[in-house]
């Protein structure tokens, strides 16, 4: 089964641009993630949907960043306008949904924002 | 607020030696503790979890140890190996509602040969 896919793996951004980054999830999941990992932050999380359904936007993260779910097998996150604070790994993760499910995470985006 | 606390930050330890990472947390309606492994260049990946139920959780060289009381816990990796070295990850959800978990920020482990 294939796992969860990322794209692109590395991004680098001028400040001011628009970026997207792609996640397709383990098929059959009910549940996606976004995150953002930092040294110094650690995981936080960006923006959570089941069933495609937006369940949580990450509060502090809403103005620049909005995460979509088109269908249940895609899934994209925009940051825009992008900042260099904004430099970090981007992490997708999908779940079979409800409680004490594993989430199964991707590789990750490197984004550099200059 | 940080929900999920873990130290320390770094641990370094020799091969054959046993290692204990540790976590603690603040909402006692968490119930559900996994512990993630993340090797660089990849995301983390499940390693074991415990419910608030058991205070010992065993796979191999790995244990988890829960005290609900003080919430706390450890886990504790026996005969640590080189392949052993990554970043591990304590989280906490509640059982009840929407999954969410709130992560720590990670103890990076090193196992010298």
């Known amino acids: 089964d294939a796992g969860v896919t990322q794209t692109p793996r590395h991004e680098v951004a001028e400040k001011g641009q628009t970026i997207i980054l792609k996640c397709e999830p383990v098929?059959?999941?009910?549940?996606l993630f976004w995150y953002r990992q930092t040294k110094i932050q650690g995981l936080e999380l960006l923006s959570y949907?089941?069933?495609?359904?937006?369940?949580?936007d990450g509060g502090a993260f809403k103005d620049r960043f909005k995460a979509e779910m088109l269908n249940s097998s895609f899934s994209t996150l925009k940051i825009q306008p992008t900042e260099p604070k904004d430099s970090a790994v981007y992490l997708c993760?999908?779940?079979?949904?409800?409680?004490?499910?594993?989430?199964?995470f991707g590789p990750g985006t490197r984004l550099t924002v200059l | 607020q940080q929900q999920v606390r873990q130290s320390p930050q770094s641990l370094t330890v020799w091969e054959g030696e046993t290692a204990i990472l540790n976590c603690s947390y603040e909402?006692?309606?968490?119930?559900?503790f996994p512990w993630y492994q993340q090797f660089p260049g990849e995301g983390p990946a499940l390693l074991i979890a415990?419910?608030?139920?058991?205070d010992k959780k065993e796979d191999g060289r790995f244990t988890i140890f829960f005290n609900k009381r003080e919430k706390k816990l450890s886990l504790h990796i026996t005969d640590s190996q080189p392949g052993d070295s990554a970043t591990y990850f304590c989280?906490?959800?509640?059982?009840?509602?929407?999954?969410?978990?709130?992560f720590g920020k990670g103890t990076s482990l090193t196992v010298i040969p």
């Open positions: 993760a999908s779940s079979f949904g409800g409680p004490s499910y594993e989430q199964y």
């Open positions: 098929s059959g999941h009910n549940d």
């Open positions: 949907f089941r069933s495609k359904s937006l369940m949580e």
């Open positions: 909402n006692s309606a968490f119930d559900y």
């Open positions: 415990i419910r608030s139920v058991s």
């Open positions: 989280a906490a959800s509640e059982s009840t509602g929407y999954q969410n978990f709130y």
